[in-house]
């Protein structure tokens, strides 16, 4: 199990140079846009325009704090997604544009290699006691809008924003929320190779 501290993600420029991401994992480690197995990052959105496009990438976005957009993706009918939205799914190289519902947001991003890896981002609300079962190959769990307490043998403190990775086969996390909000929990599986 790692916990990420909010205050460590790196923050880079987009791929298209229309806005910064603020990246909370990546596999491997350090592995650029070009080269990355799994990305897990959150965007500040400040304008209507494209999204950048990701080759052979299969991409979930959930709408973290704001109003929401209306997301235009080739051949689908329009998406409004807001803060109470699932998360969409969608093929992140297919073009792609957002326009802002009434003012700048933030977003939550995963990204996958198609072919190479799988992910399922569940969108839960952070209250009463909860369980998680890490079932995937890699389980990322973020609080947004409050924190939580892991009850553990230690007791350690997330903050908003603050990840957990945990590996297949971990133990069940159960989890104490320190106020109201939302959990994210994303499942990344490796897919077995073709032969």
């Known amino acids: 199990m790692r916990i990420l501290r909010a205050a460590d993600y790196r923050v880079m420029p987009w ?17 650029g846009l070009d080269e990355f197995d799994w990305r897990v990052s959150m965007a500040r959105v400040e304008a209507t325009g494209p999204f950048s496009t990701f080759t052979d990438i299969d991409r979930t976005l959930s709408v973290l704090e704001g109003a929401g957009i209306l997301l235009d993706i080739a051949g689908q009918p329009t998406a409004r997604l807001t803060t109470a939205s699932v998360p969409l799914a969608f093929a992140g190289d297919v073009p792609t544009s957002a326009a802002l519902i009434g003012g700048p947001i933030t977003d939550l991003n995963v990204m996958t290699r198609r072919g190479r890896m799988a992910h399922a981002v569940e969108r839960r609300p952070l209250s009463g006691d909860i369980r998680i079962m890490p079932r995937a190959d890699t389980t990322l769990v973020l609080a947004v809008n409050a924190g ?14 603050d990840a957990l990775i945990l590996e297949r086969d971990s133990p069940e996390l ?20 073709n032969h």
């Not at 307490?149 to 903050?159: A, F, K, M, V, Y």
């Not at 159960?174 to 599986?189: C, E, T, W």
């Open 174 to 193: 159960r989890l104490q929320p320190d106020g109201q909000g939302l959990l994210f929990v994303v499942a990344i599986d490796r897919l077995a190779a």
């Open 15 to 31: 791929k298209n140079g229309g806005g910064t991401t603020t990246e909370i994992a990546v596999s491997p480690d350090g592995a």
């Open 148 to 161: 939580f307490t892991l009850l553990t043998d230690e007791r350690q403190s997330l903050g908003p924003l």
